[in-house]
Each structure stands twice: as C-alpha cells, then as structure tokens.
C-alpha cells in the first residue's frame, strides 16, 4: 500500500499514506515502546539506561531474505511488492 503502481505521472511512493504510517503509526509504536522500556528500568535499577535505535538507511529491493532468507528469515523481501507495481531494477 506504501506503493504506487508504476505510472509516469505518479511518484513511487503513496507520499500521503507514507506520511500517515511514519508520521502517526510508527512514531506512536515507538512512542509506547520507549516509554514501557524507559518504565521498566527505572522500576529494574532506579535509573533510565541509554538506547540505541537503528533503521534500514537504504534497503534494497533485490529478492534477498533478512540475513541472506535462511530458517527462520525467509526471503524474498520487498521485491515481490516493487514487482507487482511494476517498478523495475534500473540497469546501470
């Protein structure tokens, strides 16, 4: 749904649900996650600890699975979508 179908006249990404699934959803998940997280240890050990998030920067839609597709991290990831909507790998 984060994509469009391929069209001329239309950017690669749905800018309007991108917007409401990072802007609402996904700040209010983290909201909560931090906020349980920072709850738990000042009940743990009287004190917040530091946290460190990462996110993919660039992620590649090129059929690999999470940590190469094996046992529990099935492939293929994003590309499927980014084939159905007919955008496809630019040669280069």
Not at 37 to 52: D, I, P, Q, R, W
Request: aromatic fraction near 12%; hydrophobic fraction near 40%; avoid cysteine.
């Amino acid at each position: 749904m984060l994509l469009n179908y391929s069209h001329p006249d239309l950017t690669a990404l749905n800018e309007p649900i991108m917007a409401a699934a990072i802007d609402e959803r996904l700040r209010n998940a983290y909201e909560y996650l931090i906020g349980e997280l920072k709850e738990a240890t000042e009940t743990l050990f009287g004190s917040t600890v530091k946290m460190l998030i990462h996110g993919y920067a660039h992620p590649v839609p090129d059929g690999r699975g999470f940590w190469g597709g094996f046992w529990l991290l099935p492939g293929p990831w994003l590309k499927p979508a980014f084939d159905k909507k007919g955008h496809q790998k630019e040669e280069t």
